[in-house]
């Protein structure tokens, strides 16, 4: 079974950093490229990321693009995301989801205080 889970969330002051990871089971992780999505309480989701299958293309959109940083290593199966510049508007729920949005993670949930 294809299996995605994220973990990595917790709670963190503004302006901190995480790194939110997402490992992935069941399928030939590096033939696919991956994605991140969020999504906020009461809010639809948001597109965050995406990775080509090699890793060596991201892509953000242009509200997130200089504090988000998504990378993986095909070795290790292993998603990751890192967050700087944490602000109150980055609390979230936090999917990786395999490219073609066709299976999804738990979430990992990302508070940030102010």
Do not use: H
Request: aromatic share 14%; with cysteine; glycine share 14%.
């Amino acid at each position: 079974d294809v299996q995605l889970q994220a973990s990595g969330g917790g709670l963190v002051q503004s302006g901190g950093s995480l790194r939110i990871s997402c490992v992935a089971s069941g399928f030939i992780f590096s033939n696919y490229g991956m994605t991140w999505v969020r999504q906020a309480p009461g809010k639809a989701f948001e597109w965050v990321s995406d990775i080509t299958s090699g890793g060596d293309l991201t892509y953000y959109p242009d509200s997130l693009k200089g504090r988000f940083t998504m990378s993986r290593d095909n070795a290790k199966n292993t998603l990751y995301l890192q967050i700087d510049g944490l602000q109150p508007g980055d609390t979230a729920l936090y999917f990786c989801a395999r490219g073609s949005y066709d299976y999804w993670g738990q979430g990992t949930l990302v508070t940030v205080s102010s």
